[in-house]
Each structure stands twice: as structure tokens, then as C-alpha cells.
């Protein structure tokens, strides 16, 4: 059975952070769905369409990585996609405890289905989507934070 796992994320924008989390894991499976989560309650600040190009554009050498927008509860779209691993970064210990609750219910709803978490790198551990966006708002650069992919 092909081991498949899904990253899922909001990705406004996509983060040197996330690149390398799935960098790192694409020798572990045999597909990544880099799976942009849409949630109709939130506000994002880029396009999913401009969200997913970028992502696209992100891993367009790696074989074994893809890019789809999912609706919806996420182990009924692991079901769906045929995913029994969900790859998560872990950056803080806050990011632990936020994890391990999501991780633990969503194995108890289904128990064929694994989170599986990579450490983040040191030097991208402060970064997250949300700084990008307020460092972007604000006129700075945020070229040190983003792949060069990603045209704001
Ligand atoms: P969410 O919409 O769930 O907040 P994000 O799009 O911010 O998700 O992130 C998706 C995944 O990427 C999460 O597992 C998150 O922990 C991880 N991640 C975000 N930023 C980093 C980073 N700088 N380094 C490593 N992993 C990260």
C-alpha cells in the first residue's frame, strides 16, 4: 500500500517553515498532498487560487508532491484522498499541545490514520504565515520569510 500523507494548512502564505517540512518528509512517503484547508467562517488574505500557484510553483521538482484545496472535516478527506498520514511541523511547545489534541481525536475517530510531526529547522522556528502577512501589510520585507516563489 503506497504510504500517502497529507500537510494541511491554511498556507496565507506559504512559509520557508512549511517548504522545509515538506522538503524533509518527501523521501519518507510516497505522495504529499500539500492540502490547502477552506474554511468558509475565515478570512484569508490571499486568493486560494494565488495560494495553490504558489505552492504548485514551490515543489514543481518534486515528483512526489501535490497541491488540492479541501473542504471539511480532514481525516474525511484523508478517507477520501486515500491518506493514512497527516505530517504536521512542530515549531514550539505551544504548537505541541495544540497538536496533540487534534492528533489524539482525529486517531480516535479513525484509527488507521497516523499524525506524523517533523521538527521545524532552528532558524525558521519564529516564522509563521500570520508575521508574514503583518510584516507585508506594514511594507517590510519578508523575502528572508517566504520561498522566492511567492509573489505578494
Ligand atoms: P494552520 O492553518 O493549521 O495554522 P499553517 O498553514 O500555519 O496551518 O501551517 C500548517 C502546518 O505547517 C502546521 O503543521 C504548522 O505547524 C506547520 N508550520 C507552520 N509554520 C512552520 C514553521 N515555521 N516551521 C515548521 N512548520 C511550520
Redesign the pocket.
Known sequence: MDKIAI??????P?????V??VKRAAPLFDKIIVSI?INSLKKYMFSVEKRKKWITDVFKDLENVEVETYEGLTIGYCKKVGANYI?????TAA?FEF?RGIGQVNHMMSDNIETVF?L??AK???????IVRDVFKNGGDVSKLIPSEVTL
Open positions: 500537510f494541511p494548512g491554511s498556507f496565507d506559504i512559509t520557508l517553515g512549511h522545509s517540512i484547508g505530517l504536521r511541523g512542530l515549531r504548537d497538536e517533523l521545524t529547522e525558521y522556528t519564529p516564522i509563521t504565515s500570520s
